[in-house]
């Protein structure tokens, strides 16, 4: 499916491609998913719908690819050397996604409820590479000998990083910052994979923007 929607898009310049992302993440914006249209990114853009519609399935195809092209540094370009230093990276990322789209992905995570389209786009456009770029990070960990590959916390690593990031604010009524995160990694995840952390990690409570990890 990706490589039909790649085919369909390939008659577009990088240049163009860009253009029409950054003003359907502009229009997001400014008035959320339910209320963009196809019609609105094509005024914005000087496109017809008819080559929107040529490239893109339909508007959710459109925004989950946008939401895509948008995120500062893919997954696939994280390589510190260590999990450790993956791991973080990714949390240093997805605080920079959040800083600039913070009301944005609250609003799509409240439209994904009512709009299955959405969530389906979502998942094969985005989510899914995301995944298997995770899986790679996971990968490379066992490849260098820091995870065993029989080690059964490695299927759950990326339920416990999503769960760092979505339960605090429901049990603690507090923002997962970026120390909270980083502090969650050599305390809860390292340690269930059998890799070395850090001995006195800092306190949760220490003051840090709150983040995101990358591939949200």
Request: aromatic content about 6%; charged content about 25%.
């Amino acid at each position: 499916m990706m490589q039909a929607v790649d085919r369909r898009r390939s008659r577009l310049s990088p240049e163009r491609e860009s253009e029409l992302y950054e003003a359907v993440m502009d229009l997001l914006t400014e008035v959320g998913y339910d209320a963009l249209t196809m019609d609105a990114v094509a005024a914005r853009t000087h496109s017809s719908k008819a080559t929107l519609y040529r490239q893109w399935k339909g508007k959710p195809q459109l925004v989950a690819t946008a939401l895509r092209h948008s995120k500062p540094v893919s997954l696939d370009d994280i390589d510190t050397g260590s999990l450790r230093g993956d791991l973080r990276e990714m949390v240093r990322c997805g605080d920079e996604a959040r800083e600039r789209d913070a009301a944005l992905l609250r609003g799509l995570a409240l439209a994904v409820h009512h709009n299955p389209d959405l969530l389906e786009a979502l998942r094969e456009l985005m989510v899914e590479h995301e995944l298997a770029a995770f899986e790679k990070v996971l990968g490379r960990a066992v490849e260098r000998g820091e995870v065993a590959p029989d080690r059964p916390a490695l299927h759950y690593t990326v339920h416990m990083l999503v769960g760092a990031f979505t339960t605090r604010p429901l049990v603690e009524a507090k923002e997962a910052d970026m120390a909270y995160l980083f502090d969650y990694i050599d305390a809860v995840i390292l340690p269930a994979l059998g890799v070395p952390s850090p001995a006195s990690p800092a306190s949760p409570a220490s003051p840090a923007s709150p983040a995101s990890p990358a591939f949200l």
